[in-house]
């Protein structure tokens, strides 16, 4: 193996101790239990044999129309024309293959941890969280309240499509914001729906300061939150490398979960079952806590901060943002029902949530109608429908091409 990548192992004590924990049937007593399972209606979706509670969830999730739109929801880089890039539907894919794979070794619900990966970015908008942070800015403008996409998340399954969600699954989503990293992750079970309903209200009229005290209910919800982070540090600069924004000698900081996506991924994935077996929490090292930390920050400054890049969004992103903004907010409140946000997203809700919900979609509050709709556009979709409305703009969006 080449010396230059240093791939940790679990300890031969804990080895030796989970080992004889699966030859002996052992169960973590901390997993979550199916049978505890909360709906908002208890009476529907009643789990069996062959489609227990979170496969449920599972299901729901990827049967949404919305999440087919993962795939053409750019993670960082918007504007490149190449599918090596990372997109919503692999990030997703990924935080679930590296939390189940910690679940797995804890003894944790997989299923659970399952259906929170692969939904925690279902409210994710168009143009990574550049795009989040200037439908913030609108919606706060028009309403003095705060977007933030794990909450919009939560959103979309339990109040846009009424999807009936497990209160486990939607608290997991709401909790899973992973640019808040910790030390210790210490869940709390004792949460109810009413619980759930004030965070979620609290998210939207104090924004960052809600969403920084959100604790996960479950273990599993935990490992999904630190699983975030985990899959998108590493992947991020190797995507950087690929759309040229750094070389591949970039001189990240040495630490001991290591510079690159493979090392990172297995080296924190060995740390937390190192310091997590038989805990009712999850525990970093004190070293891989501060070097994850530093990992993030050295990330913000040479990536997410790029200004090459964050020029891009602010000179034709954001005014493209403002423009469709006003345009829908003013077609819903004429009722111009010739509009896309009719014939495109009010009627297409309205059928959606015909099973679950007797309640009409335009019953809403019309900002939040707009927001619904441009969040769960498309990178595409929102070009393409912004070049249908405002055929004179000069703002138009110059990809960058495979072969430059």
Known sequence: MDNKYK????????????????ENGWVNPYKFNDNNYVRRDNQRDIPNLWRPTFIRDCDKILHLPLYNRYSDKTQVFSFYNNDDLSRRGLHVQ?????????????????????????????????????????LNELYNANTGRFFNHNVHSARVLDKMFVRNMTLQTLDGILCHNGEFEQQEYRPNTQKTFNDYDTEIEACYTEGKSAIERLVPCTLEGCVV??????????????????????SKDYPFSESTIGVGNAEMINNMVVDIIEHSYGKDYILLSEQAYQDLSKAKKENYEVIYKNDIINAEYEKII?????????????????????????????????????????????????????????????????VQLYELLFPDSTHRIKYHSYFE
């Open 225 to 246: 939150r630190i699983s975030d982070m985990i899959a998108y540090i590493g992947k991020d600069r190797q995507d950087a490398i690929n759309a040229r924004i750094i």
């Open 94 to 134: 990924l935080v679930s293959r590296i939390a189940r794979n910690i679940g797995r070794v804890l003894g944790l619900n997989l299923d659970l941890i399952e259906a929170i990966a692969l939904g925690h970015d279902i409210g994710h908008t168009p143009f990574g969280h550049a795009g989040e942070r200037f």
């Open 7 to 22: 791939y940790h192992r679990l300890s031969k004590s804990l080895q030796k101790q989970i080992t004889n924990d699966l």
């Open 318 to 382: 954001k005014p493209m943002f403002c423009d469709l903004y006003g345009k829908l907010l003013d077609d819903l409140k004429s009722e111009n029902t010739e509009s896309w946000i009719f014939k495109h997203h009010i009627d297409f809700m309205n059928t959606q949530r015909g099973y679950y919900s007797g309640s009409q979609y335009t019953d809403e509050e019309p900002n939040q109608i707009v927001v619904d709709y441009i969040a769960s556009m498309t990178d595409d979709y929102f």
